[in-house]
């Protein structure tokens, strides 16, 4: 019965083709914050739930890895949801070693934790590919009803663009399945890599093969933050090229692909990055997805908030010639939570000096809690070093911070024109 069930998504697909055809725009939605709210704001506009046993596929990160999405962003979701964490071993670990990552990651204390394939594999058949004619997965996928793909959209050093293909394909599969995924379908007995255009297209026949077998129950979000050109396993430690961007999604895995590449594109120093795509033939995957009508290149980017009321202060600029009074808005973690509940109770007046020629900086006089990453800063972010000190910055850097907020809608002219050169009194108050 489930043979007839997969031919028949199947055939769905194949007349989807049509559709995809004739020019139709796929709805991705956008947004720019990056949190709990938003992932489960953004859940909501696709105005489809997933019901009966969920599975959440999303990197877990490697040993010693930080550029993977963090538990505590989908945790809430999982945990509405009663979702579990899926996961598979490599060609070299074990599912031991995979659950002592997850736990690390602290996956484990978000929701339950699966290693799809401790248990075995099982086949999936691939209709209508040019390189694979089954695709190989985890035994316990077979325990799902339905499934969430979390994606964090970067660049990958064999595949040109981690997106969904990928995620959903090598991100499954059994080391069988990835050993066959990687050699372009010649073998899954030991590990080779052949034909890079191969490979890209066995990525997106095994993930197609995962769409049909979920019947349609398949829904996508990809992160769109730390955006670096390598990869990110043990003691490396790879920057970001570019600000973070925000979280997309979509029903159409297609059309979410195809704008967060459009969006790193149209980022301002995003050549690193694109560069890696193209030397990969990255978007091959795209397009050979849209050609066997796993979703469209046209879409609408509808931008979205999380809905939730944003924690809004107001800084007065005392420059020694001009009083300037400039909005504005906290980010959603513990340390602007905390910078905010301080200014509830009484303001505070930072001697602030210019560093380095992109940053105001001066002492906070107490401590907050820190939620440092790596970060290149743009005109306008504040930022907590050390958790004791406070900037405002006017051009670029990059280092470990923590991400307070942003000045509210000034460019970088104007701000430099408020915050003037030398020294500044910086008088922090929650806004009116």
């Given at each position: 019965m489930k043979k007839i069930i997969i031919a028949l998504a199947a055939l769905c697909i194949f007349f989807s083709q049509e559709f995809f055809a004739q020019g139709k725009k796929?709805?991705?939605?956008?947004?720019?914050?990056?949190?709990?709210?938003?992932?489960?704001?953004?859940?909501?506009?696709?105005?489809?739930?997933?019901?009966?046993?969920?599975?959440i596929q999303q990197s877990m990160g490697e040993p010693g890895g930080y550029l993977f999405i963090q538990p505590e962003l989908s945790a809430p979701l999982a945990k509405k949801l009663g979702a579990s964490y899926i996961n598979s071993t490599g060609v070299s670990d074990t599912a031991a070693i995979r659950k002592e990552i997850a736990?690390?990651?602290?996956?484990?204390?978000?929701?339950?934790?699966?290693?799809?394939?401790?248990?075995?594999?099982?086949?999936?058949?691939?209709?209508?590919?040019?390189v694979l004619k089954k695709n190989i997965v985890g035994a316990h996928l077979k325990n799902y009803d339905s499934l969430l793909v979390l994606t964090h959209f970067k660049g990958?050093?064999?595949?040109?663009i981690g997106g969904i293909m990928k995620n959903m394909s090598i991100g499954i599969s059994s080391p069988a399945g990835k050993r066959l995924i990687h050699s372009g379908g010649a073998t899954s007995s030991y590990y080779t890599h052949r034909d890079q255009d191969a490979f890209l297209a066995a990525n997106v026949e095994a993930a197609k093969s995962v769409m049909e077998f979920f019947e349609g129950r398949v829904l996508y979000i990809n992160f769109l933050f730390k955006l670096s050109n390598q990869s990110d396993y043990g003691s490396v430690r790879p920057k970001p090229v570019i600000p973070d961007i925000g979280i997309l999604a979509s029903t159409d895995p297609v059309a979410l692909d195809q704008a967060s590449a459009d969006l790193i594109y149209a980022a301002k120093g995003s050549e690193p990055l694109t560069k890696l795509f193209e030397s990969r033939n990255g978007r091959y995957s795209i397009?050979?997805?849209?050609?066997?009508?796993?979703?469209?290149?046209?879409?609408e980017l509808v931008e979205i908030n999380s809905g939730e009321k944003k924690m809004k202060i107001q800084i007065t600029i005392d420059n020694g010639k001009n009083k300037n009074a400039i909005t504005a808005s906290l980010a959603e973690n513990s340390s602007a939570k905390a910078f905010y509940q301080a200014l509830q109770k009484k303001p505070l007046v930072v001697k602030m000096n210019d560093y380095g020629s992109f940053e105001k900086v001066g002492p906070l006089g107490q401590t907050f809690p820190t939620n440092d990453e790596q970060i290149i800063t743009a005109p306008g972010d504040i930022i907590l070093y050390q958790g004791n000190q406070i900037s405002i910055y006017?051009?670029?850097?990059?280092?470990?911070?923590?991400?307070?907020?942003k000045v509210d809608s000034l460019k970088q002219k104007q701000l430099k024109e408020i915050l003037g050169s030398g020294g500044v009194t910086a008088t922090f108050t929650i806004a009116e």
């Open positions: 796929s709805a991705v939605y956008f947004s720019r914050e990056i949190s709990p709210q938003s992932v489960q704001a953004i859940y909501e506009r696709l105005g489809k739930k997933l019901s009966g046993r969920v599975a736990k690390e990651h602290g996956f484990t204390k978000a929701a339950p934790v699966d290693v799809i394939d401790e248990d075995g594999d099982i086949d999936l058949p691939v209709q209508g590919g040019r990958h050093a064999v595949s040109g397009e050979y997805a849209n050609e066997l009508g796993l979703g469209s290149l046209n879409y006017y051009d670029k850097n990059s280092w470990s911070f923590t991400r307070l907020g």
